[in-house]
């Protein structure tokens, strides 16, 4: 099917590992799973009034209800969002606040196909969601996790960009644009600058449309311009707004703590930055939002944003309940890391496979398998008759990296005959110190594959 | 949603945990995991002639596509294996066979909604699939792989039972009854004998349907009540059988080298046996089939099913691809074991809470935390002002064995103050020995969750 990404084993188990590490970091951070059904009733998922996404919903029928040419009243998520907040929302008083979830599912979006657009695709997600309040201080726990990711997955130099909505709409009402849907379409418009270039988002401002005097374009773009470099710069930058707003004040003080928490949980200061151009295109983020870019893949676009809300789940219950979440979209990443040469190649999990020498032997071979799996030690015995070089070649190509052979010479001396395809070379051990030989080999491949960057299992 | 299961995170944690050790089994026996979409061309999904599958089936619409009226040309999987030889057709030329795949994912069925029916679950697939032809070897491994996840999952004697679709078809023509499609019919009759009883399967092949001599059915019913009780007892129910039919003399065939490889393989004569009413419901079993049963919970059904099939995918390519394949069900089979009373209760993922003593520590806080993560160490830091007793309170509900609490007297003293909520003491350690001592604690934790039989992450 077009719009899907189908791998083949080996780069299942890289996307695998990749995932793996993602959910590992979620978890060093205190997030907890949930999962939610793909299927829900359509009127929760399209309570909110977007338009483009009620166009991308994939509608859900059985067979029966299609007969009836009943309305459908199913249809697959399109993002995590939306069931978090209804999860919440239906098991509120089993879950502890602050609630720290995470979710690693598939989402589903009718999208017209074309290269890197996905109609079925993972999501990683985690949220903080408070009951009645949840301090700026977990804005700052995000970026965290964020770096502890893509530093564990080995990407390359990756940047983190902060912005606060809150300053932003501070802003844009000291310039005498106080309406909000009017300030939401100047911040949609300003969301583009990467997309369109200066020159047009400035034709737009002041033209029919907006028609913004040409000083408060000038102000405007001069403001989202600003892009900090270090701590030192960032800190400089706010108190360098000079901004007589509340709002703008509230958000240069939360940005302000956002950035001295951020340092003192360790982030690198080269690994974090103010943007006063991220808006992120979404309503609902009322403060902190995020994005992050690699540093030498400026093309690829923000791998992992997020932000702030005020209120998760107003349509499904009375509590307030804000909270601050990210996002990682884990099939696009990983097409756009192999496409840019970053995705590490995945290695067979099979690690040893027991050749098949004589046939009367077979139960002999059977058991020795049974004795590596029992050890730990990821095992395939080659169960059909095939000349030994044949059994090396299959070894070879399903990248499974040692054979134990076992030939009636061994047999006789006690000992294992193995080869390792990766070094091209053949050993012999005692039968009772095969496992803590492997073992040994296995543990030292491992090493040299991370100090490689090779996905190992 | 009715018809969804839909955890808590401890409950998900459990779910996880059993996932991972069915997970890591596969990987064990070497084989290798895929991914498929879940939504598929209906065209594709819909090739078998099969009535019910075809009424339970969940069609996806796109909105445009539903406004045109078209009749959907999308529907979700409802199991892995048409998916799966869909795949293999596709990806044919790419592959290395015998191709040992695992495959974990939700599959769909517009089932009635009723207690413990599911119409979105978790199947987890293995199959080997070998090109033109597969040695019934591979038959005798996969109760291998059985027997290692359901003892490492700890939940009880378990026995899986085989049988040979060849003996049964042998056997039935012996009797007369050679037409395929009465076989068929017979079969599912006998399928019935546990759910029915004896009594109205007798009435039933004796009635005008079938209309079958008394003792025709007489030898049909003393051919399934056929269950061995350990390895010489089954060959000896091999021996015994006085068939005069070739096929049914390749079946006895087949589960003698089937029976002999199995006890090579290591598993215990305890946890297999012939059982010949086994016969599968689905019509493409051609050889052996299993099925897995609690010996303390007969009342749970087969927990893990399959069997050896001639023909893969002969909608889809010519090529010839006998296979042989299990699969567990594993939403239902962690419902069932938690009514049960036989599913582990998963603990927190998070090992430790660093307290908020001071506000003004807070930076030294989310240091600790930092360290702690790096020393693999799955941390929460308290963000929000609350005496220490909530905090105790907090970590108590959510399952966090650990509080690490750095007051001003510990700061003082170089110290940190550790409260284990498990064993309900604190103990106070050096600051550099903490991460040391916290692994320790944390490991000794595990050891005893596993020796308890709870579910440690």
Redesign the interface.
Known sequence: ?PG?M?????D??AF?NMLDTVRRNF????F??????????SNILLTKSGGET???????????S?KQGDE?E?A?RFDLTVPLAR?VAE?EQ???F?F??YQMQ?V?R?ESAQRGRY??FYQCDIDVIGKDQ??V??DA?LP?VIY?IFRELEIGPFCIQINNRKLIRGFFQSLGIADGERQMLVLREVDKLDKRGEQKVRDTLRGEGFALEPAVVDAILAFVGTRSQGHEDALRRLDAIAVDNELAAAGVAELREVL??VR???VPETHYALNFSIARGLDYYTGTVYETTLNLHPEIGSICSGGRYEDLASQYTRSRLPGVGISIGATRLFWQLQQAGLAARGR???QV?VALMDEAN??LY??L??QL?LA?I????Q??TRKLARQFQ?AD??G?RFVAVLGSDEIAKGTVAVKDMRRQEQFEVKREDLIKTLRVEIQQGEVMDALSGQAA?
Not at 54 to 64: A, N, P, W
């Open positions: 099917m899907v189908e791998l083949l084993p080996l299942q188990i695998q978890e060093r951070f205190g907890l799973p949930i999962e939610t059904p793909a299927i829900e009733f009620e166009r991308q919903v994939y509608f859900v029928q059985s067979t029966g299609l459908p199913l697959l999860y098991h089993q879950l502890t602050p720290r979830r598939r589903y009718g109609r079925e949840l301090s201080r977990f726990e965290a502890s001295g928490l003192a949980l360790g067979s999990h099979v496979l077979l139960p059977l058991e398998g049974t799996r730990g990821n095992t395939e015995v169960l059909e299959y190509r399903a499974i299992p």
